[in-house]
């Protein structure tokens, strides 16, 4: 029998519990920051599983960082969320929802009234596709090991996630998601979180599995009668029933003997999003780009214009959707054929597919070596993606000197000794803490650019200086913190961490002679930080 792994995230306590009830042979793994996994073995159809389960805690920035640590840990093929949600629509108590996308509704502007910036997170198309397979006949109930009478049912729809236990219909959160959200049928706190997590790791297929605890109002009484424990054994029970259907990893065939991976970088897609918004702005159907390379437009929104749908089109595409035969391979092609003197073009393939082209087959050969690593751009791109990460947290008052201290790191950055992570790589309308959280699990080293600024800010006092010093009190990355101005940090919890200048002169007090010798010392400190060594 062929054996894989496979990944079974939780929130709570019941819901681990179900999850683990399906499994035999359990033992536990720890991780080295202090995550313990139970490990088990899942046997069903000819196909034999190895599964690890873990408890996140509620939260999507929580489940987030759980999942990137898990996926690097065990690298799996397959990953669940399996839990419990609130019915708002469509469902009774002990249905189960598999989400065939998340939206995270509390992104958005708060001016006089809220506008939403919608976030959304697809579950893999493969997994959507069996799960419609197993709610349609309700076979998964035969794994249930005490049902109820409740002829529970599945059904595949999406669902919102936010950060919040919404627990009344006359809420201003139920009124906002039934205004915004129409077409979900149920409300959590995790599932947005554990896809974007997906979304940096593509080569993983991810699915949202729920099941329905409470219908909001009443939702204590419903808890107090043991729907949270009820609920959690039928979405338990309808994972593993889809994944006991899961018989092949997911490949696709471009050509004959081509296999077509899946690029895994998030550089590779941020570049190629840029590359198609430039050249097709009016969307994937601008000149029937999508349908010429082989997509499915009844597949992808055509309801959205401009950025907004290449950006849901080539999340589908990262996620296996979009049509049975596109792939990035056939789209890059397709757009080096439409503009094959486009300079922009030709450099981020990097010669893989030539400007003229007697032998489709062989381009296409050539690309999947470039894809497989993830890039087009050559070593300094993929080797990139390996080095260390910096994780510089600043006051945005204080942009100008993490200006000058990313000019300062560039020769090493450009040597690829480490990569350097700030929040201008947040895409507009994502999620802040969460790619926040994202960058942590992969941080070694973080620089504090201290300043009177720096303590003002709320989002650093209450959430990113937080996890910074619990990831360093646990061993997971060290702390190095830049006197940018006079500030109350000896009275913090930095005074017990190393400075990386000399408080009593902090760089804003230094004339620019003396700042630039005292940048390249800061520099080298982070190079020494991050197990590089001394500067050659």
């Known amino acids: 029998m062929e054996k894989r792994i496979a990944i079974v995230l939780t929130a709570l306590s019941a819901e681990f519990k179900a999850a683990r009830a399906h499994l035999t042979g359990l033992h536990t793994v720890e991780h080295p920051s202090g995550t313990i996994y139970e490990m088990g073995e899942f046997s069903s159809g000819g196909q034999h599983w190895t599964v690890a389960i873990v ?40 249905d189960v929802v598999a989400a065939s996308k998340v939206y995270g509704y509390e992104s958005g502007k708060a001016g006089e009234e809220f506008r939403t910036r919608t976030d959304i997170g697809e ?11 197993v709610a349609r006949d309700d076979k998964w109930q035969h794994r249930l090991f005490d049902p109820r009478h409740t002829n529970p049912h599945g059904i595949v729809a999406p669902i919102a996630a936010g950060e919040k236990v919404v627990s009344s219909t006359s809420s201003p959160t139920f009124t906002l998601l039934t205004k915004h959200f129409s077409d979900a049928v149920a409300v959590e706190m995790e599932g947005l979180g554990v896809l974007r997590a997906g979304y940096a790791n593509p080569g993983v297929r991810l699915l949202v599995v729920r099941g329905i605890s409470d219908l909001i109002d009443n939702k204590a009484l419903s808890d107090s009668h043991g729907w949270q424990e009820t609920a959690s054994a039928h979405a338990a029970a309808f994972a593993f029933e889809v994944l006991s259907g899961v018989t092949s990893d997911h490949t696709e065939q471009l050509l004959p003997g081509v296999s077509v991976p899946i690029p895994e970088s998030p550089e590779w897609w941020e570049k190629m999003e840029r590359l198609a918004i430039e050249l097709y702005p009016r969307g994937p159907d601008d000149g029937q780009i999508w349908s010429r390379a082989s997509g499915d437009v009844s597949l992808i929104d055509l309801g959205l214009i401009g950025k907004a749908s290449w950006h849901s089109a080539l999340r589908k595409l990262r996620l296996g959707g ?76 204080d942009r100008q000197w993490l200006d000058e201290l990313l000019i300062t790191l560039k020769p090493y950055v450009r040597e690829e000794l480490f990569d350097v992570w700030e929040d201008s790589r947040i895409s507009v309308g994502s999620l802040w803490e969460q790619e926040i959280g994202l960058a942590l699990a992969k941080t070694k080293v973080a620089v504090l650019l201290v300043s009177r600024h720096f303590f003002g800010s709320d989002f650093i006092a209450r959430k990113e200086l937080p996890l910074l010093l619990a990831a360093a009190e646990r061993g997971d990355l060290k702390i190095l913190w830049i006197a940018v101005s006079a500030s109350p940090v000896d009275e913090s919890p930095l005074r017990r961490y190393q400075a990386a200048n000399d408080p009593r002169h902090p760089l804003n007090s230094l004339s620019k002679s003396e700042l630039d010798l005292e940048l390249v010392k800061i520099a080298r400190q982070i190079k020494a930080a991050a197990g590089s060594g001394e500067p050659k």
């Open 322 to 397: 979009g049509g049975r035969k596109i792939s990035a391979v056939s789209l890059l092609t397709t757009m080096q054929e439409d503009f094959s003197n486009n300079k922009a073009l030709r450099t981020f393939a990097s010669g893989s597919i030539p400007a003229t082209k007697p032998d489709r087959s062989v381009d296409l050969m050539h690309l999947e070596e470039g894809i497989k690593g993830g890039s087009f751009g050559g070593s300094q791109e993929s080797h990139s993606l390996l080095a260390e990460k910096i994780f510089v947290s600043y006051s945005h008052t």
């Open 123 to 133: 579950s893999s198309y493969d997994l959507v596709q069996r799960a419609m397979t």
């Open 55 to 94: 408890q996140t805690g509620p939260g999507n920035v929580r489940a987030a960082i759980e999942a990137e640590r898990v996926i690097a840990r065990f690298n799996p093929s397959h990953v669940f969320f399996v839990g419990v949600a609130g019915g708002i629509k469509d469902v009774k108590l002990g």
